[in-house]
């Protein structure tokens, strides 16, 4: 990585000094507007008990959803705090503004080794817009400062991009800095054989993803109803699947540069409707009935795609093979999973980014069995698009 990261700093530098860190605290709350889950929280731990164990005194931005640019209670990063400080041994408090008077106050009065979450940034019209007097107002809330927000990196808003002008030395956090290593760095220079799995719903959503790989990989396997764009492009009947009409002359223009290195299913599970688990049944490719839909990959293709996957030592997962929220049409997407894990203990690189693939690993209880999966869903597919992050930008160079 070429930004300058939390490590290059004295602990010296550290003790006493109120160091603000913009944190991913995007979580999902319940009907009781409880954290549901605390991955994102658990994920920053290791930059903000790094901080907090040199004696820094920790002051944290986040923004939560989408508030309409004012205060709304729903979107009260209160019971975050909350959430974090059963995280973590060191005390958690919370202060109910961002850019105040009252929110310096705050940061001042904490004591060395403490943490203070501070509410929603977006409760600032200024922070989406990325606005100079808000990101001065973020940068007296410390003395210097932290990104560690990759989900957010990809926004230039006020406490991800603009505070890093005012508040210096800026530098990356442990969680940004691991993102940037396995998403950049492996991706840019692989262990050999280099291979990508692609998946979802849409062809265009991963175009750009496709183009910035292809010369870099081995080969792309293709799952999800983006292969049926592909095989509509290869005049196959592809019944009721999602296809994009428009994308198709796209897809024969790749299917064309990739030759041999873009695969295909061989297979497909198939039924009438998302709905209709019972009607599900495998067909080869090309066979689709003209009244059916391909939800997932046939079983002929999980175990080539998993034999692919044995024999790479670097694998980039980016979108489920199937509609894995409505099983049966899982199966493709946990047996991807599953071959990914085993990879990682014959000692390949595995690679997992996009929030619904995430979410799909964490659903097969196997996040820890790979390399890395990303924390950032949009953040890391224009990341691997080969577009540079303003969140990273700000940061000071090494
Ligand atoms: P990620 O968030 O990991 O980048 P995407 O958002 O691109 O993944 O795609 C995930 C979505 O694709 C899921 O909601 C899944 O249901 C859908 N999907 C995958 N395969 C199919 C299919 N054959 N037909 C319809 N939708 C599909
Ligand atoms: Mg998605």
């Not at 550290?14 to 549901?36: C, I, K, T, Y």
């Not at 292969?227 to 024969?252: H, I, Q, Y």
């Amino acid at each position: 990585m070429n930004k300058q990261s939390i490590r290059g700093i004295p602990d010296a530098r550290l003790r006493g000094a109120r160091v603000l860190v913009r944190v991913d605290f995007n979580v999902p709350l319940d009907e009781s507007g409880n954290v549901s889950d605390d991955t994102r929280i658990v994920a920053a731990l290791p930059t903000l008990e790094y901080l907090a164990q040199r004696g820094a005194r920790v002051v944290l931005l986040s923004h939560l959803g989408r508030p309409a640019g004012g205060p709304d209670p729903r979107f009260s990063l209160a019971a975050v705090a909350r959430a974090l400080g059963q995280c973590t041994k060191y005390p958690v408090h919370f202060q109910s503004s961002s850019a105040d008077e009252a929110a310096v106050a705050a940061t001042k009065s904490l004591g060395d080794g403490e943490m203070l979450l501070l509410e929603n940034t977006r409760f600032h019209p200024g922070e989406e817009q990325n606005d100079d007097a808000l990101s001065r107002s973020f940068a007296a809330l410390g003395d210097l400062y932290v990104n560690d927000a990759f989900g957010s990196a990809h926004r230039a808003h006020a406490s991800t991009a603009g505070v890093a002008a005012f508040l210096k030395p800026a530098v990356a956090g442990f969680l940004m800095e691991k993102e940037l290593d396995y998403l950049g760095k492996t991706i840019a220079d692989p262990k050999r054989p280099f291979i990508a799995i692609l998946g979802g719903a849409k062809v265009s959503g991963k175009i750009d993803v496709i183009e910035a790989l292809l010369p870099k990989v081995d080969g792309i396997l293709v799952g999800g109803a983006m292969a049926c764009t592909f095989f509509k492009a290869m005049d196959l009947e592809t019944g009721t699947s999602l296809v994009e009409p428009d994308r198709v002359g796209l897809a024969a223009s790749l299917l064309d540069r990739a030759g041999f290195r873009l695969t295909l299913p061989h297979d497909a599970v198939v039924s009438t409707a998302i709905t209709n688990g019972a009607g599900a049944h495998v067909v080869k490719r090309g066979a689709i009935p003209p009244n059916e839909a391909m939800f997932d990959i046939g079983p002929d293709t999980m175990q080539s795609y998993g034999r692919a996957i044995q024999s790479a030592k670097t694998i980039l997962w980016n979108g489920p093979m199937g509609v894995f929220e409505h099983p049966p049409f899982d199966a493709g997407t946990r047996a991807i999973a599953t071959a990914m894990a085993a990879a990682t203990k014959g000692g390949a690189t595995t690679i997992v980014g996009g929030g619904d693939s995430a979410a799909a690993v964490a659903e097969a209880g196997l996040e820890g069995e790979m390399s890395h999966v990303s924390t950032g869903g949009g953040a890391s597919l224009e990341f691997l698009e080969g577009k540079s992050l303003p969140g990273v930008d700000a940061l000071d160079d090494k």
